[in-house]
């Protein structure tokens, strides 16, 4: 994804892509206060949640995966178990347990409720998320090392 | 809808409150008892009629607090009938004539909702097959000496759940009377009201369109549960302070368990359980439903929408807040223009009259409590 140069826009590489495979996640930037971002793989598509519950601004990306139990009628009307739905889909953060659709960020059981999502792009066999600065460490100071996965406005080619 | 002229106006010394008389009032919570059993007597098959005389009465099982004030009842109104100072409730009764005229009269009301007295427990009672019987003469009897003469006056009648299919048997026979508007149940049972064991009444009362009535009543007696989750408390004060744990018990049970996700328009009456618990029950439970939703996945929506749309509850005995601003703060907290109703538990030595029991309130939220609310609840 060309990035435009005046935006603020920040390219992060999250890893290869065989680094998270499908199920499996990887939190990436955490750094002093800063929440961090959750990469995730559900079925071979990459999703970027803000490690940031909006609930009590727990650690939404570090909770369980799971789907979600749907019912047709109570079990005292004898139409079956509740099934589960979307399995692998589902985020729930460890505080309150409150579920996300990792797909779209949005929780599912407060439909105000929304967590931050970013742009991924697989980039050369990397996981590139497109990620909000404000959302990352500060910009390292001119001339020193920048660590790989924080290049800031590397264009892919 | 019934008015009655030449009401009289209220004139007990040193009264000044009067109720609204343009914006209507239905009480919830009214209750005719019987004088003795043998009011009873032909009502009831020969078998039980037979061991009730010998027993000496009904023996539905109380739970030990002895010293219920007054027997339950206002002596004031005794004093009109008989010697108030051996007036029981309980014991002596009270008649068609004295509700008319010290109540329905005086206050201009418009229906008045018959939750009964003692019998409405039956469901505590050992035999089921008894306190069927029991609830068929009680119905009866009430059908007979208040029901048919007054047109205000509307019936919850009285259903023992021991044996679901006796109940269900009960409701088939009466509930398709217009004047029966509900079913009443005591607090005190062998398990909150949400479990499968009852469905089946449930479901004809759906059928009928009749409301759940729940009322305080037998909690620690019989084969009910104790009257507080932690066992019996000593003191008469402390089984009323129980009531809204029992309250809370049965509305969380009845949401929990879908009961309103397969009776889609059940509605639940619960009377004489005070009323601001359900705020933090609404509150609480919501919270814990966006937690655990998971574990109840039948239940689809927040559990404080199920409650405004099914469970309503009665007013009386209405808590007394500091100041009105903190009073009207919870009436809004708890959505009392959709879920309160007003219940005065006439003839009660705890009742809520009309007119002094409710600060001034905006014309709409009188109308929803007063009278609207339980309009819609028992269709009037």
């Keep these: 994804m060309p990035l435009d140069p005046s935006s603020d826009i920040r390219r992060v590489v999250a890893g290869r892509v065989e680094e998270i495979p499908p199920g499996e996640r990887k939190l990436i930037v955490p750094f002093r206060g800063r929440a961090g971002i959750g990469v995730f793989n559900v079925n071979g598509d990459y999703h970027a949640l803000r490690n940031l519950c909006p609930h009590k601004l727990g650690p939404l990306c570090t909770g369980r995966v799971s789907g979600r139990p749907e019912a047709v009628a109570p079990p005292s009307s004898y139409a079956g178990e509740p099934e589960i739905e979307r399995d692998g889909e589902i985020v729930r953060c460890p505080w309150h347990l409150w579920e996300f659709d990792i797909t779209t960020g949005q929780c599912l059981v407060d439909p105000k409720m929304r967590v931050k999502t970013y742009p991924v792009a697989i980039e050369e066999g990397e996981v590139v998320v497109y990620a909000d600065p404000a959302d990352l460490p500060p910009q390292p100071p001119s001339g020193a090392a920048v660590p790989a996965t924080m290049a800031r406005g590397r264009s892919a080619e | ?380």
């Design chain 2, 1 to 380: 809808m019934v008015t009655v002229p030449g009401a009289r106006p209220i004139t007990a010394p040193g009264w000044t409150g009067q109720p609204r008389l343009d914006l209507g009032l239905v009480d919830c919570d009214v209750h005719q008892g019987i004088k003795q059993p043998e009011d009873l007597y032909p009502y009831l098959p020969r078998v039980y009629r037979e061991q009730m005389i010998e027993q000496g009465g009904m023996r539905i099982p109380g739970s030990g607090y002895f010293n219920v004030p007054q027997n339950a009842g206002r002596t004031d109104l005794a004093a009109a009938n008989c010697d108030a100072t051996k007036h029981s409730t309980h014991k002596m009764g009270n008649s068609y004539e004295q509700l008319r005229d010290e109540h329905l009269d005086l206050w201009h009301v418009d229906y008045a909702l018959l939750t009964g007295a003692g019998v409405y427990g039956a469901s505590v009672l050992p035999d089921p097959d008894f306190a069927a019987a029991l609830c068929r003469a009680f119905n009866d009897w009430t059908m007979e000496h208040w029901i048919a003469r007054d047109e205000r006056l509307i019936m919850a009648m009285a259903v023992s759940t021991s044996d679901p299919r006796l109940a269900v048997r009960e409701i088939e026979r009466i509930g398709a009377d217009p004047r029966v508007r509900a079913i009443m149940l005591p607090t005190g049972n062998r398990m909150p009201y949400g479990n499968r064991f009852y469905h089946p009444i449930w479901e004809a009362c759906e059928r009928h369109g009749l409301v759940i009535g729940i009322h305080p009543g037998n909690e620690g007696a019989g084969l009910a549960g104790p009257p507080t989750g932690v066992g019996y408390p000593t003191y008469y004060i402390e089984t009323r302070m129980a009531r809204p744990q029992m309250a809370m018990a049965h509305a969380v049970s009845l949401i929990a368990e879908g009961v309103f996700e397969k009776f889609p328009r059940l509605k639940v009456l619960i009377d004489e359980c005070d009323q601001f618990w359900a705020v933090g029950l609404m509150w609480h439970m919501d919270a814990d439903w966006k937690s655990l939703r998971d574990q109840t996945p039948w239940v689809k929506r927040l559990p404080s929408e199920y409650f405004r749309e099914h469970i309503r509850v009665g007013s009386q005995p209405m808590l007394e807040a500091a100041n009105n601003e903190q009073f009207l703060c919870m009436l809004d907290a708890m959505h009392a223009d959709e879920t309160l109703v007003y219940s005065s538990d006439w003839p009660h030595w705890d009742w809520d009259d009309p007119a002094t029991t409710f600060p001034k309130l905006p014309e709409h939220l009188h109308r929803r409590v007063f009278a609207d609310n339980a309009r819609e609840m028992f269709g009037l």
